[in-house]
């Protein structure tokens, strides 16, 4: 039986395999890709996803749907405790190719929180599956994902990055110019060629 090299996890036949883990600050997978669908819940922390060069915030009751083989990266700024459910492809049509954003109500994070935390063993036992018959009925679209590309430009891309970690974002245009060494007017430039914004709104636009 093959073992997911990220998530540990065991790949069999199961259609839905939970998986629940504590992360500390400094203890963050990188980028990787897993065969099934990734549904991740993060119930203590905001959670920041990178998938496919792009950039996704999930608020307070908010999961994530990733698809299989997609590249991904999950990290939060303080400890976090990570529900994930891993989902074998085909097993639900409500879970597409494309990332989706779900809204976790009440009896969705027991359930989420259940399925992750189940004994292996009980896999496809008849009330572990009713169990996930009941998770994916409940599932319900929260908004589109609201994605940010990260940019091309290696020091956009850094400076973004901090933005997102909720790092120096008093910082000014003529501070970050300071830093890499150009002049306000030359950095713009290059922030405008990039994003078609300016500095404040495409701060704006990534804090938000």
Known sequence: ?????????????????????????????????????????????????????????????????????????????????????YVEPGATVLLGDRPMLFRIGGLERELVHTLASSDRRASGEPAQERLIDVFFDRLRPARPVATLAIPADPALAAMQRQWHAGEERLLELSDWANRLALSPRS?????????????????????L
């Open 1 to 85: 039986m093959q073992v997911d090299p990220v998530a540990g996890y065991e790949d069999g036949a199961a259609r839905l395999i939970g998986l629940s883990t504590r992360f500390e600050t400094a203890r963050q997978p990188p980028p990787h890709r897993h065969r099934r669908g990734q549904f991740a819940y993060c119930p203590d922390a905001p959670l920041l996803v990178q998938a496919a060069e792009r950039f996704v915030v999930l608020g307070p009751g908010e999961a994530i749907w990733i698809p299989g083989g997609l590249p991904h990266a999950l990290s939060a700024r303080s400890a976090r405790t990570a529900h994930n459910l």
């Open 187 to 207: 950095l713009q430039r290059r922030i405008t060629a990039t994003t078609g914004l300016s500095f404040r709104a495409w701060r704006q636009r990534v804090v």
